[in-house]
């Protein structure tokens, strides 16, 4: 068998049994159970950080607007989806809100029950990605044509923008200002995002291994050899940029459905700073390794970690020490040793199918110590 | 005029005390050639040991104190975090940034439990009711941008007339050469990061005069923002920071009289990209050009 075969088969079968275990978990566990609420958040993340290391990984933009575009995603989402009969509950300070549809209940109308509300629950998401995308498009014709540090502050900015926009009252009928918009529907349990982040996750490996992904590549290594090489430079990032937002868009969308309620404050930008941080911990340039950080980083934060910040940890009880905010300092310490020290993170710049390699590397040199 | 005077008296004072933070970045971004995102959050620190200390103890240990404690915490940043990574691109530098300022933050919340903490003893005198012009504000107000100016007086001095500042001069037009020319190197950025926390701990007490608590979050904005003054007058020049940091401020508090308080921030970025866009050096910045 070649290597590429086996490495299909190999990448094949562990996603094959990631997903039996998640169906496993679901049919097991009931919805509200903290294993179900981890692969939930988990999987978001990963979507998120898989689009952010899409940008500042592979094309080597590095941007700090994905809080920004997250926003947008979420706020399409739960705009587009909240039953019309809920609306005046939603927006009691703006008569009811300005929409006065639901996507998942016009789809309802002639397609039954749960097919057609999961397909206006798709369309909303989809429609929140191609928003974030619109607005990439409109933010890359000024801001792409900046240099690392300075993009990233631009872009910083832009969200900040983004978000005081929609905490604004005059937008208040489709927003609702800067109240929660909820009631909206979700999924309830943990394959439905596992599958739907597990599909854009692989339309993102194909696009980074098409021609296109090469040219991104090529850009990050060395901009003005890319460029000699024929790369349209402009065209190349902002095809990156949209891309990545779109992706951005999506997960936005699918925190919110997992969040249950969404208003503008939490999409600070310390939650980019927290996905890029992800990134790092999984090495810059590797989809898997932002994959097991997400999860490492949720599990640990959502559940391993709890004890640290009430009281007990691994049986030893000191709630002098072991008080509220300890988990997150332990964990910023972690990161920063990871940040200072381990510079390539898990994975580095490898992928799944590359742990096959390993073996092989070690017997070659074996062979050529003797 | 006399609706909109207390906005222009209020922002002039608010642009003081982004002139100081500002010119903390404009510094370190001159030599590093990094955003030191932690800044603000050193900003914020000061605010906190600040309430602290005031509270155990009598001002005239507090205030220095304040000043001791946040220069240390500079010096610290540097050492640990960016001089492992003085070889490492650029981009790693900035992630260590991003993650000092997470570290910090998290550790305020740890310490602080996550309560805003209260500024019980402000500093007396400058927290003082005065009337000028029939507007009430405090003694602050008027006391930042004559410090403010003095300060950078002195700074601009220091800069230009001290062996100290001539290498710090040295190392930002020329990293490499400056090390050869038996600049050490190491020194001069540790004295940036010192005069840049000294400043922020000055701009610090006197921002939270101004106000009834400080949280953790509370150095986040005045950073970016001071960050965006120090890019519009030019990053690099120190007279660019105070300019840009004044503007700024005079800017974000006429957007406030004018009932648009949601925008304030968003204005300052708008600043920013616009400034970026058609001006990438500033009002003051010199010209970088980028060799293959």
Redesign the interface.
Known sequence: MTMTKKKTIFTAAVLAVLLAACVVVDMLLPSYHIAVVVIKKATVYSLVAVSMNLL?GFTGL?SLGQAGFMLLGAYAYAVLTIPVDKRPGVYQYFDGGALKFSLPEIFTGFMGDTVGSTVGMLLALLVGGVLAALMAYLIGL??L??????L???T???A??LR??F???ALGPITNGSNLLKSYPTFSHATPYVILAGLMIAIIVLLINSTYGRAFKAIRDDE?AAEAMGINLAKHKRMAFIISSFFAGIGGGMMAMYMGTIAAAPFK??LT??I??IV?IGG?GSITGSVIASFLYIFSSEWLLRGLDSGTFLGINAPGIF????R??V???I??VI??FF?KGIMGDKELPDLLDKKARKRKKEAAGK | MQQILPYIINGISVGGQYALIAIGYTLVYGILRLINFAHGDVFMVAGLVMVYATTALPFYVALPLVLAATVLLGFTIERVAYKPLRTAPRMSVMISAIGVSYLIQNLAFYITGGVPQPVTRPIPWISENVIILGASTKRVTLVTPILTILLVVVLVYLINHTKIGMAMRAAAKDFETAQLMGIKINAVISMTFVIGSFLAAVGSMLYFTNYPSVAITSGGMPGLKAFVAAVFGGIGSIPGAVVGAFIIGLCEELIKGAGYTTFSDAFTFAILIVVLCVKPTGLFGEKVTDKV
């Open positions: 500042n590095f000024p801001v044509r900046l240099k690392s540090d300075y990233a502050i631009a910083l900015g832009f900040e923008i005081a926009f905490q604004w009252n003005v930008s310390t700073y927290e890029l941080l790092v810059i008080k509220n905010g300890f997150m300092a964990f910023s310490v990161i920063m940040v200072l510079r």
